[in-house]
């Protein structure tokens, strides 16, 4: 019996250590994006980073809910949706059409798989200069 109670000890013992050191885990969680945003703040209040790059984060809460409030905000989100929506579907129709017509005909998939294969080890970040250049940095290159 006493072997048992001291097992019991154990184990309870052993709980409120891992308890403990999952407290210290989820504070350390929390405590370093507050304490970075903390910093951020700090800065950009002494102008030791320029604030008009980086704002202090109270301002940037301030614009939020005065940009919500007025509605100006919803209208650049429905705008910022409309281009990320029509960019979306602007590549994926043609890649699943293609994609299709390559795996029912032969002779297609033949013409456009070296196409493909060459293009597909390049980053798409690497292409984005070549991008710029076709689309330019006008209104259509945003859809």
């Known amino acids: 019996m006493e072997e048992l109670s001291k097992a019991v000890e ?3 013992e052993d709980l409120r250590r891992r308890q403990r050191n999952n407290r210290i885990k989820q504070l350390l969680t929390i405590s370093s ?3 970075m945003l903390l910093i951020w703040e700090l800065l950009s ?3 030791v980073i320029d604030p008009r790059f980086f704002p202090a984060p109270t301002l940037i809460i301030e614009t939020l809910f005065s940009m919500g409030a007025s509605g100006e905000l919803f209208e650049h989100v429905k705008v910022s949706l409309i281009r990320i929506l029509s960019g979306f579907l602007l590549g994926v129709i ?3 059409t293609l994609g299709l017509i390559m ?3 032969s ?4 013409f456009f798989s070296p196409l ?3 293009l597909m080890p390049i980053p798409t970040l ?3 200069p070549i991008i710029l250049i076709i689309f330019g940095i006008g209104e259509f290159s945003k859809w």
């Open 10 to 12: 154990v184990e309870q």
């Open 33 to 35: 994006p507050v304490l």
């Open 45 to 47: 209040r002494t102008a």
């Open 94 to 96: 043609p890649a699943i």
């Open 103 to 105: 795996g029912m005909y």
């Open 107 to 110: 002779s297609i998939r033949h």
């Open 116 to 118: 493909i294969m060459a």
């Open 126 to 128: 690497a292409m984005l």
